[in-house]
Structure formats: structure tokens, C-alpha cells
């Protein structure tokens, strides 16, 4: 099973929005997928859609069989603000795990924002990026916020900044080389390696944000999609 978080920078985005999306990875991972809405800011800022994700998460985990689905063989997966979702739900999971909690066994996380931390060269370099600029990132990011102080926030919105992440499951990240959020992706795996978790980061050079929506359309967006979807499967069956 897989548990679906759609993207669209905290504000925007919903199920039939992304449909397309979790279909494709129903169809590339063999898998059944659970498609999570969650509240959205500014109306509901952080934690709400977090808190939102975490209670999908446990209701899957608990009625999995029912729906025919393995409780054994759940991944989280998102794109964008549902990629930085499902590592956070990843880690939640992992936290949990003393007080029964559920066991995701593997995370796909398509450019997600892992850091905030807008020093990251990339940042810079695709400031003017095409589907997402420095600005909307900015923007989005306050929205989100709330009251939160974004020069220090807690790893359940920027997952990258916790303290201790071993013993996650492992992870696949794509990233694009034209988005302001390619580095985040990339430090974040970095940070999963260097605590000994398995992960793998591909950069799809050629790409933008949101290249899944670009998937059997442009040939690198559909590779990429594939790439991913490739390790997922493999990730679902151990």
C-alpha cells in the first residue's frame, strides 16, 4: 500500500488535482494507493496538515487488510509539499514504533522541501525558475508558517532539521535541476546517508518542479517518473 500526499505548496492542491498522479503510481508500483487530502493554508497553517496526514496514516495502518491491502508493506509517498509530508510522516512512523505505531517500510519523496533554508545555492540559481520561483517558495513557506518562526522551524515541517534520522526507512528522492528546491532534496539525502539509511537521489537535470505533471508527455519527465516508481516497487517488496 501506498499513501499518496498531493503537492501544491500547503495552499493549493487536492485530490482530483493529483489523481493522475496517484493513479500512475497505482499502476507503476503494483500497489493499491491511499490519495490523502489535508487541510490547507493560510485558513489552516502548520500543523494542520500534518496532524491531518498522521491520522490518514494511522487509519490505513490499522484498517489496511480490510481494504486489501498488506499493513506489512505500507510506503509514504508525496510530491513537493506531499514529499516533505511523507518524510515527515516516515519519521513520525519511526518514532512511534515503541508505542505501536505504524511501520513504513519505504519513502518516495519527489522534490520535496526538506530544509528551509533558502542559503542553498539553488536557491539562487533558478531564483527565476519557471512553475516555481524563489518568490512563490517564499510565499508559500509564510502561509504555511503561521506563527511559526521560519529561521527555526521543528522537523515536523522541515524534516531535514531533526536531530536523529536513523532508523528511517529507506528512501528514494527526485529533484529537479531547474527548481529552487533541488538542493533541499539533495542535503536531505545526504543527511539520510550519513545516518545509515538507504536512500537514493537522482537529479533530473533537465527538469522543473513538478515534472511529474509532465510525465508521457516529455520523455526526461516520463524516465524520471519511471525511475522512481521502479524503486518504489522494489521498495514495497523488500
Request: charged share 20%.
Amino acid at each position: 500500500m501506498v499513501l499518496y500526499f498531493h503537492g501544491g505548496g500547503f495552499v493549493v492542491g487536492d485530490l482530483d488535482t493529483h489523481d493522475g498522479s496517484a493513479r500512475q503510481h497505482a499502476v507503476g508500483a503494483d500497489a493499491m494507493v491511499v490519495s490523502v487530502d489535508y487541510r490547507l493554508a493560510p485558513e489552516h497553517p502548520f500543523p494542520a496538515a500534518v496532524e491531518d496526514a498522521w491520522a490518514a496514516t494511522l487509519w490505513v495502518a490499522e484498517h489496511a487488510a480490510e481494504l486489501g491491502g498488506d499493513p506489512n508493506r505500507i510506503a509514504a509517498a508525496g510530491d513537493s509539499a506531499g514529499g516533505t509530508i511523507a518524510a515527515v510522516m516516515a519519521q513520525q512512523a519511526r518514532d512511534s514504533a515503541d508505542d505501536g505505531g505504524p511501520d513504513l517500510i519505504f519513502q518516495l519523496l519527489w522534490y520535496p522541501s526538506t530544509m528551509w533554508d533558502a542559503s542553498l545555492p539553488s536557491f539562487t540559481e533558478n531564483a527565476a525558475a519557471p512553475i516555481l520561483d524563489g518568490k512563490a517558495v517564499a510565499q508559500f513557506s509564510r502561509w504555511y508558517a503561521g506563527e511559526v518562526d521560519l529561521s527555526d522551524p521543528p522537523p515536523a515541517m522541515a524534516p531535514g532539521r531533526a536531530k536523529d534520522l536513523s532508523g528511517l526507512a529507506p528512501a528514494y528522492i527526485g529533484v529537479a535541476g531547474h527548481d529552487p528546491l533541488r538542493d533541499d532534496g539533495i542535503r536531505y539525502g545526504e543527511l539520510l546517508a550519513a545516518a545509515g539509511v538507504a536512500v537514493e537521489v537522482h537529479n533530473a537535470e533537465t527538469l522543473v518542479h513538478g515534472y511529474l505533471g509532465y510525465a508521457g508527455v516529455v520523455p526526461a519527465a516520463t524516465a524520471a517518473l519511471e525511475r522512481g516508481l521502479a524503486a518504489l516497487r522494489s521498495g514495497l517488496r523488500g
